[in-house]
C-alpha cells in the first residue's frame, strides 16, 4: 500500500511561482508513474502532468506547457511539481497521484492511490 503526502501549495498573486510536493511511503517508488491532477470548484479533475517510473519521460496538458515541470527524486521517495507564470485560471485544489505501473497515464482511473489534496490560489 502507498500512501501519499502532499505539501506546499497557497495563495500566489498572477505571475508568480509555486512547488508543490508529493512525498511516498514504501519501497520501490521508481516502480510507480507519478501524476498531478487538479480539480476547481464546480469541475471535474482534470490531468495536469505525468511522470515515468525512472523520471526519464514527462507529459503535460496543453494548458501549462512551458509553465509547469514535474520531476522526481527516487531516492526521496518524492515527486514536486513546479508552477510557473501562473494564472488566476490555475486556482484549484491539486493532488498528485500514484500508478502501479513505471509507464505514464493522463486519467485518473487509473491511478491507484492519491494525496490528500492542496490548494492552490492565484489571484489577479
Known amino acids: 500500500q502507498v500512501q501519499l503526502v502532499q505539501s506546499g501549495g497557497g495563495l500566489v498573486q498572477a505571475g508568480g511561482s509555486l512547488r508543490l510536493f508529493c512525498a511516498a511511503s514504501g519501497r520501490t517508488f521508481s516502480n510507480y508513474a507519478m501524476g498531478w491532477f487538479r480539480q476547481a470548484p464546480g469541475k471535474e479533475r482534470e490531468f495536469v502532468a505525468a511522470i515515468s517510473g525512472s523520471g526519464g519521460y514527462t507529459r503535460f496538458a496543453d494548458f501549462v506547457k512551458g509553465r509547469f515541470a514535474i520531476f522526481r527524486d527516487n531516492a526521496k521517495n518524492t515527486v514536486y511539481l513546479q508552477m510557473n507564470s501562473l494564472i488566476p485560471e490555475d486556482t484549484a485544489v491539486y493532488y498528485c497521484?500514484?500508478?502501479?505501473?513505471?509507464?505514464?497515464?493522463?486519467?485518473?482511473?487509473?491511478?491507484?492511490?492519491w494525496g490528500q489534496g492542496t490548494q492552490v490560489t492565484v489571484s489577479s
Open positions: 497521484a500514484a500508478r502501479l505501473s513505471p509507464i505514464m497515464a493522463v486519467t485518473p482511473n487509473q491511478y491507484d492511490h
